[in-house]
């Protein structure tokens, strides 16, 4: 079974730029989640779908972000316009609805803004 | 102050050594404890979850304080295998599942021949 995937896996961008990133959970997942981990950072909560509702989008650091989950299914972030204390990883992860559920990461997306 | 502390480390140790990781969280109202390990620009994986009881998984065993806002994780027997960051993470949430997780900025562990 595929895990959680990707794309782009890295992405290097000027300031000012728009990066749309994109997540494709496993199937049959429910929530979807964004992190990111910034330089230096600990990894931080974006936000949480669940299906195509946004659940929990508390973390988002302002309005250049935007995420969606059309249908459902994929995700994607967008960041518009990127700004250099954007870059980081992009983390997102899936886990099924229920109780007791693991959480599965991605590998990330990798974004440097220059 | 950050939500969850860690020490950062480097902990170096020589393969079979025992080493001991400690965490303490600020928020009070955290329900749900674990330890998630990452490999070197690689996503974070589950490691094992943390119970107030304590608990154990082969080598690997951990400890909740809930009175000192305080986790712990063991490490017996020491492979090479084992080196990692390993991530100490809270959630407000008691329902198991990983919504809104709040992580540690993680201690690297290099184990060495």
């Known amino acids: 079974e595929a895990g959680v995937t990707q794309f782009p896996s890295h992405s290097v961008i000027e300031k000012g730029q728009t990066v749309t990133l994109r997540c494709d959970p496993i199937s049959g997942h429910d929530n979807l989640y964004w992190y990111r981990r910034v330089m230096g950072k600990e990894i931080k909560f974006l936000l949480h779908?669940?299906?195509?509702?946004?659940?929990?989008e508390s973390g988002m650091p302002n309005n250049r972000f935007l995420a969606e989950r059309t249908g459902g299914t994929y995700s994607t972030l967008k960041v518009q316009p990127a700004e250099l204390e954007d870059s980081g990883v992009y983390f997102c992860a899936s886990s099924p609805r229920g109780i007791g559920n693991t959480i599965y990461f991605g590998e990330g997306s990798w974004l440097t803004v220059v | 102050r950050k939500e969850v502390e860690q020490d950062p480390g480097p902990f170096n140790v020589p393969e079979g050594a025992t080493v001991a990781f400690n965490c303490t969280y600020s928020?009070?109202?955290?329900?749900?404890f674990f330890w998630y390990r990452q490999d070197c620009r690689k996503e974070p994986k589950l490691l094992m979850s943390v119970y107030s009881s304590g608990n154990e998984d082969g080598r690997f065993t951990a400890q909740l304080n809930r009175a000192s806002q305080y986790i712990s994780l063991l490490i017996r027997d020491s492979k090479l295998s084992d080196s990692a960051t390993y991530l100490c993470v809270v959630s407000p949430l008691n329902t198991g599942t990983a919504s809104k997780l709040t992580f540690g900025t993680g201690t690297r562990l290099q184990v060495t021949l």
């Open positions: 928020n009070s109202a955290s329900q749900s």
């Open positions: 779908f669940v299906k195509e509702s946004k659940q929990d």
